[in-house]
Structures are given as structure tokens and as C-alpha cells.
């Protein structure tokens, strides 16, 4: 069992920058693809980044290519978003998640992930 806890959501000016942090406990986090969602008030929960287990592979959603960056350190069962150059649309609830041990595959797919964080607010203001 994993369990994930997020942090770092805020109250920002559009143009500013915040860093998510999720922190994991439970077994093996750096043998787990993590990844980062969002949802929207009355939109569906949409993939906006995952990195691999050592770090070395990662994948943006293009709406936030350029000015997110996953990152992890696994020595402290963290990862990370940075969120540079932050727009209105980018508001919502960023969910950390993190998939099987099993599995090696960076994934877009929600349904792939087994373990979810019970998320973190962020608001960008206009």
C-alpha cells in the first residue's frame, strides 16, 4: 500500500510559479512511475505529467510544456512539480499519483495509476 500527500497548492498571480510537492510512504517509491493530474470545477481529471522510476524519462501534456517540470528525489520519497509562468486555466486540484511496481511504462492514463494523493488547490488569479 502507498499512500500519497500533497502540498505546495496556493493562491497565485497569473505570470508566478509554485512547486508541488507529494510525498510518499509505503513501500518502494522509487520503483513506481509517478505522475501528476489536475481537475477542473466541471471538467474531467486531465494527465499533466509522470516521470519514470530513475528520473529519466518524463512526459508533459503540451498545455504545459515549457513551463512545468516533474522532477523526484528518491532518497526522500518525493516528487515534484514546478509551475513557472502560471495562467488562469491552469487552476485546479493537482492530484500526485503513482503506479504498480510492476509496471516500467510512463502513462497518460488515470485508470493506470493505482495509488492517489487526495489532492492540492491551486488558483491562479487574473
Known amino acids: 500500500q502507498v499512500q500519497l500527500v500533497e502540498s505546495g497548492g496556493g493562491l497565485v498571480q497569473t505570470g508566478g510559479s509554485l512547486r508541488l510537492s507529494c510525498s510518499a510512504s509505503?513501500?518502494?517509491?522509487?520503483?513506481?512511475?509517478m505522475g501528476w493530474f489536475r481537475q477542473a470545477p466541471g471538467k474531467e481529471r486531465e494527465f499533466v505529467t509522470a516521470?519514470?522510476?530513475?528520473?529519466?524519462?518524463?512526459d508533459y501534456a503540451d498545455s504545459v510544456k515549457g513551463r512545468f517540470t516533474i522532477s523526484r528525489d528518491n532518497a526522500k520519497n518525493t516528487v515534484y512539480l514546478q509551475l513557472n509562468s502560471l495562467k488562469p486555466e491552469d487552476t485546479a486540484v493537482y492530484y500526485c499519483?503513482?503506479?504498480?511496481?510492476?509496471?516500467?511504462?510512463?502513462?497518460?492514463?488515470?485508470?493506470?495509476?493505482?495509488?492517489w494523493g487526495q489532492g492540492t488547490q491551486v488558483t491562479v488569479s487574473s
Open positions: 499519483a503513482a503506479r504498480s511496481t510492476r509496471v516500467l511504462v510512463v502513462t497518460r492514463s488515470a485508470r493506470e495509476y493505482d495509488y
Open positions: 509505503g513501500r518502494a517509491f522509487s520503483s513506481r512511475v
Open positions: 516521470i519514470s522510476k530513475n528520473g529519466g524519462s518524463t
